[in-house]
């Protein structure tokens, strides 16, 4: 049993959450009976404390009746003890034990206080009290901060220092020697510098260190979520580095990943990524991390990791796109997500057969690769974020193709698991131009899933605990399964399914956090080292490379260390297979051991913590914070569109604004159906890198900070003015008649149909190693001071070109550019008269693959501006 704590005890606990001195007023003992979220409550949440008196599992000696009269259960303000309301303790079940938890109980309703301050609840037949809790709209501020920083201390490569880590948990950068993950080397030739990559950055995966891309997917995507549903709860001062950048902190924090994760594409040469990095052995460990002076090694590309890249950046590039100072570094990330999208369609035969064993289990531990059904679902979250930031059809036509050949959809079962892909699938049933029967289908779905970790098994009090979950579920990353379960209840609300009962999903999700927050029958705040911040019991081991067994970090119970505060372990798990005995034998709720140690024991399977399982955590946390109600309204429709100053290559745009409940962030401009450019402030904006002579159908669209997207405004149509003279025109649907081809280890075809740019053709040539694309003018244009080259290219891999002019066909180039096109998207490609070596007089144009791989390239409107 949790030892009876003194009030001096709770008192401390208590100055030191408020910074002032600690109170005097309060009952003579607490008690470890009285179950409640240890932080406190919002003002509007339901209140219920559980009365617990054990009957079976580890405290099954401990007896407890609490006063049941009436008005025998007291809240007491900590201050001076003055009785703000009494309330009736109602048993549970007519005094039955429940089996799960292996108590009896009773249940307290004190949700009538809503007064914000500072009390306690207290029990008058026995004289004893619950530690103090907090009613406020700030209830949990603290609590986010530290959960969210822990992906701080798991940031390899990255010192932690004051005054960004508290002294206690400080290190120097990890990995940072020239074996380590600067200069890791591949696993199939371990040490050969030419297969070094640099693959520094990312966090580190759990309570080991290394980096995984499929296991980033749902840690990246919890996050990215979490910031859309309640952006207004992640300020810019959590305390990590860049914190006052005026970027939120959590998105300061998944930039520190997807950093990581364009290296892992990078490094691969194909735009694939990379699987994995770390160790290839458990022996040598030490603490801190940076003292570890191991080789590490990376797994070289794999479709797991491809697909889930291409889902992260996809997912990522809506988020900062539709942030005015992040507009590039969304354009960015949505270009790497469809050139891995691109690579996967490479790799699986255009999805038909999936890659399923790249991972041989050599760098330890986690087996990474996964098999063909969540292949399939990385890829349907890669293309319905695709889908949303481009509307390009080949998204759509995917999704709707495979949305039901995979879980939830394909069991008809929208449990606790599959978070990411839940939220995905709700999002594209709203989107344009979205098949109305899938849209209904998936919306059907979600709403006939009012069972087992719904407002079914809540509304007849299935769980002493108020929070319910199957006993199948209490197992390895249990705590993280009871996360999802509380935000997938939020998803009814978020997403107008069935509405009625809104309130009561918002209730069952609330009592899981109250679950993880020391309503439950251990009485734990399911987080580490929070004793600072409310907690009167929280976690204090976990099982960590860094604060391992017997290190300086191993417990707080013991030393000034601990780890840090914030972490969620994985909780209650009745699979426990490890060699202490007791802990399969509990009620699955008591299936829990604060201990963090090694083999035999196998802590890591209750106390080990994971990225994954701290993002969920992070996003129920966010989505239960006011800020105040999570944003699911629309902005209005720009009005108004117009445009004036028409130029051959430029014209301005100009509109009323948008207005929002919350406020607009950007804009985005549509040429058609197809995205043409986002990130947009104001009310007015100038594209000066248009095709003269071309026709756009502009509409815009206003973008709000949760993500939502209005409808479109008006349309309307530019056509820029024509081109200066003819001899400009090097090729639209054909070569001009003045120019010639000349191009060499190269088939040629110069009426292709698809894919084109402009107009109904464009240019297809088939380069062997080295080859190239040369056309000659008869005569040679004149080039001024402000001529460019201009054209569209287009690859299906990526392709190292480099561009060249001539002045005469004998004479040497002017001038060379190189550049590597993005696989499976159009690049406008534009070089100055300078770039191009200040020719005067331009005769022959060469565009040269820069490889002896061969490639193919194709071209459109290639223009010679005078």
């Not at 499976?824 to 791989?853: C, E, F, M």
């Amino acid at each position: 049993m949790a030892p009876m704590a003194h009030l001096a005890q709770i008192a401390l606990v208590a100055g030191l959450v408020t910074g002032g001195a600690p109170a005097l007023a309060a009952p003579t003992t607490t008690t470890a009976h009285i179950k409640l979220d240890q932080f406190g409550y919002l003002p509007s949440m339901r209140k219920v404390a559980i009365l617990a008196d054990p009957q079976a599992g580890w405290n099954a000696a401990d007896a407890y009746t609490p006063g049941t009269g009436a008005g025998q259960i007291q809240v007491r303000r900590w201050a001076d003890d003055a009785v703000v309301l009494s309330v009736t303790a109602q048993a549970w079940k007519s005094g039955a034990t429940h089996a799960q938890s292996g108590d009896r109980g009773w249940q307290a309703d004190f949700s009538a206080l809503t007064t914000p301050g500072s009390y306690y609840l207290f029990d008058t037949l026995n004289n004893v009290g619950s530690g103090r809790f907090e009613i406020g709209t700030g209830v949990y501020d603290a609590v986010l901060k530290q959960a969210l920083r822990t992906f701080f201390y798991q940031r390899l490569n990255f010192a932690k220092v004051a005054p960004y880590a508290d002294t206690r948990w400080a290190d120097g950068a990890s990995y940072e020697r020239a074996n380590q993950d600067r200069y890791a080397t591949s696993r199939w030739s371990k040490g050969v510098a030419s297969t070094a990559r640099d693959l520094s950055g990312g966090w580190a995966d759990a309570g080991d260190t290394n980096k995984y891309t499929t296991f980033a997917q749902e840690a990246v995507l919890l996050l990215l979520d979490a910031y859309r549903m309640n952006p207004a709860v992640f300020g810019d001062a959590f305390g990590i580095p860049e914190s006052g950048n005026g970027l939120p902190d959590l998105l300061d924090e998944v930039k520190f990943e997807l950093e990581f994760l364009k290296r892992m594409q990078n490094a691969s040469g194909t735009n694939g990524l990379f699987l994995k990095v770390g160790l290839d052995t458990y022996d040598g460990e030490v603490t801190p991390p940076s003292s570890d002076a191991r080789a590490r090694y990376y797994l070289p590309e794999c479709t797991s990791a491809t697909l889930a890249g291409s889902a992260m950046f996809a997912a990522a590039s809506v988020v900062y796109k539709g942030i005015a100072s992040q507009a590039t570094y969304g354009a960015d990330l949505l270009t790497r997500a469809e050139a891995a999208w691109t690579r996967a369609k490479t790799t699986t035969a255009n999805f038909t057969t999936f890659e399923t064993a790249c991972d041989d289990g050599d760098i330890k531990a986690g087996d990474a690769d996964v098999d063909a059904a969540g292949q399939r679902s990385s890829a349907l979250i890669a293309a319905i974020y695709l889908y949303e930031a481009t509307a390009k059809a080949e998204y759509r036509t995917f999704v709707e193709a495979n949305y039901n050949q995979v879980q939830p959809v394909s069991i008809s079962w929208w449990g606790p698991y599959w978070a990411p892909l839940q939220v995905a699938l709700l999002r594209y049933a709203g989107m344009n131009g979205v098949s109305a029967t899938v849209s209904t289908a998936i919306r059907n779905q979600k709403a006939a899933q009012s069972g087992t970790v719904s407002i079914t098994d809540y509304s007849a009090g299935t769980d002493l605990y108020r929070a319910h979950l199957a006993d199948a579920e209490f197992n390895w990353g249990h705590n993280k399964t009871r996360s999802v379960a509380g935000a997938i209840n939020l998803d009814f609300a978020l997403f107008g399914i069935n509405p009625a009962n809104a309130s009561l999903y918002q209730e069952v999700a609330q009592q899981h956090l109250h679950w993880l927050h020391g309503a439950n029958p251990l009485g734990l705040v399911m987080l580490t080292n929070m004793g600072a911040y409310g907690a009167e019991s929280s976690v204090s081991e976990i099982f960590h490379n860094w604060f391992r067994d017997g290190s300086a970090w191993d417990s707080a119970k013991t030393s000034p260390y601990g780890p840090p505060p914030g972490y969620l372990p994985g909780g209650p798990n009745r699979t426990y297979s490890g060699s202490v005995v007791g802990i399969t034998s509990q009620p699955p709720q008591k299936a829990y051991k604060d201990w963090n140690a090694p083999w035999p024991e196998n802590s890591w399977e209750i106390t080990e913590p994971a990225i994954y399982y701290q993002a969920a955590y992070i996003q129920l946390l966010a989505r239960l914070m006011p800020s105040g109600t999570v944003d699911t309204q629309a902005p209005t429709a720009p009005t108004t569109l117009a445009a004036a100053g028409v130029k051959a290559t430029g014209v301005t745009l100009s509109w009323k604004a948008s207005t929002d409940n919350v406020g607009v962030s950007s804009y985005e401009l549509y040429n058609g159906s197809s995205l043409f450019a986002s990130g947009l402030g104001g009310t007015s904006t100038a594209l000066t890198s248009l095709y003269c002579g071309s026709s756009y159908a502009f509409t815009l669209k206003a973008r709000d900070a949760a993500g939502n997207l209005s409808v479109a405004s008006n349309a309307i149509t530019v056509k820029t003015s024509a081109c200066p003279s003819a001899a400009t025109q090097v090729y639209t649907d054909s070569l001009a008649s003045t120019w010639a081809d000349w191009s060499w280890s190269a088939t040629r075809n110069f009426a292709n149909t698809t894919p084109i740019k402009v107009g109904t053709k464009s240019l297809r040539a088939d380069l062997q190693g080295w080859g190239g694309v040369a056309l000659r003018h008869g005569t040679g244009i004149a080039a001024s001071a402000t001529a460019t080259l201009r054209f569209w290219a287009y690859s299906p891999t990526a392709l190292p070109l480099r561009i060249s002019v001539q002045t005469q066909d004998s004479a040497g180039e002017t001038g060379a550019v190189t550049l590597t096109l993005a696989a499976n998207t159009w690049t406008d490609v534009i070089l100055t008269r300078a770039q191009l070596g200040n020719p005067n007089l331009i005769k022959r144009i060469n565009l040269q693959l820069q490889s002896a791989t061969a490639g193919t390239l194709y071209l459109d409107q290639l223009q010679l501006t005078k």
